[in-house]
């Protein structure tokens, strides 16, 4: 079997993508192009365009991984550790938070799973930093696709279910769950952009993880 072959029937695809990541962890985007990887997996320079047109497919096409495998870790938090079928959202976004929520609200307490999809998302952002560039990089260009967009915004709408779930209960405090949602993205995303860029000191992500978490979830519960 040549090399080329060992590759065939939609292997060579996902080879090209888990090259792409460790290019990008490694030189950043500028340093990926088609031919490259191609070179890097020993095949054809002509290979790689069976599967992308050109670069901006591959960088559009990783983008959609990264954006598939964070929001499967973040189903999975917010169904407790089990796997959740994934609920399309439709125009009326109010409805499509509120349709979903009761999928996520049998599943155990809510501030437990709330924080675990934060552990998940910390994990997942200094786990794939350049990824998580990329993907909000691309889901933000002017010609972004509508699967790349919904697949962004199902991130945010994850965590709005579970806030939701959690109004129903009376664990979390009255509000818009897509708001409550973007504050708890804020917490976690800022904790893992200061852990990348080195700030956190001497402090262990894991600790300042556990304490942002802990003052998010007073935050969020109603008041007495």
Same mark, same amino acid.
């Given at each position: 079997?040549?090399?080329?072959?060992?590759?065939?029937h939609?292997?060579?695809?996902?080879?090209?993508?888990?090259?792409?990541?460790?290019?990008?962890?490694?030189?950043g985007?500028?340093?990926?192009s088609?031919?490259?990887?191609?070179?890097?997996?020993?095949?054809?320079?002509?290979?790689?365009?069976?599967?992308?047109?050109?670069?901006?497919?591959?960088?559009?096409?990783l983008?959609?991984?990264?954006f598939?495998?964070?929001?499967?870790?973040?189903?999975s938090?917010?169904?407790?550790?089990?796997?959740?079928t994934?609920?399309?959202?439709?125009?009326?976004?109010?409805?499509?938070?509120?349709?979903?929520?009761?999928?996520y609200?049998?599943a155990?307490?809510?501030?437990?799973?709330?924080?675990?999809?934060?552990?998940?998302?910390?994990d997942?952002?200094?786990?794939?930093?350049?990824?998580?560039? $990329?993907?909000?990089?691309?889901?933000?260009? @002017?010609?972004?696709?509508? *699967?790349?967009r &919904? /697949?962004?915004h +199902?991130? #945010? =709408?994850?965590?709005?279910?579970?806030?939701?779930?959690?109004?129903?209960t009376?664990?979390?405090?009255?509000?818009?769950?897509v708001?409550?949602a973007?504050?708890?993205?804020?917490?976690?995303?800022?904790?893992?952009? $200061?852990?990348?860029?080195?700030?956190?000191? @001497?402090?262990?992500?894991? *600790?300042?993880? &556990? /304490?942002a978490? +802990?003052? #998010? =979830?007073?935050?969020?519960?109603?008041?007495?």
């Amino acid at each position: 079997m040549t090399v080329d072959g060992s590759y065939h029937h939609g292997n060579l695809r996902a080879a090209l993508l888990e090259r792409a990541e460790a290019v990008l962890t490694a030189s950043g985007a500028e340093g990926l192009s088609l031919r490259g990887l191609a070179r890097d997996l020993g095949v054809s320079h002509a290979a790689p365009s069976r599967h992308f047109r050109d670069r901006q497919a591959l960088l559009d096409a990783l983008a959609v991984s990264g954006f598939t495998t964070l929001n499967a870790r973040l189903r999975s938090a917010a169904a407790g550790g089990t796997d959740e079928t994934d609920e399309r959202v439709g125009t009326d976004e109010t409805a499509g938070v509120a349709g979903a929520a009761g999928a996520y609200g049998a599943a155990g307490p809510v501030g437990a799973r709330l924080a675990e999809l934060g552990r998940a998302y910390v994990d997942f952002a200094v786990g794939h930093t350049a990824l998580l560039d $990329l993907m909000f990089t691309v889901k933000h260009a @002017d010609d972004s696709s509508a *699967e790349l967009r &919904e /697949l962004g915004h +199902e991130s #945010l =709408l994850i965590v709005a279910r579970l806030m939701e779930a959690g109004q129903r209960t009376g664990a979390v405090r009255p509000g818009d769950p897509v708001q409550l949602a973007q504050v708890a993205f804020s917490t976690v995303h800022g904790l893992a952009t $200061l852990a990348v860029a080195s700030l956190l000191d @001497d402090t262990p992500l894991s *600790e300042a993880t &556990e /304490l942002a978490l +802990e003052i #998010l =979830l007073a935050g969020l519960r109603p008041g007495r």
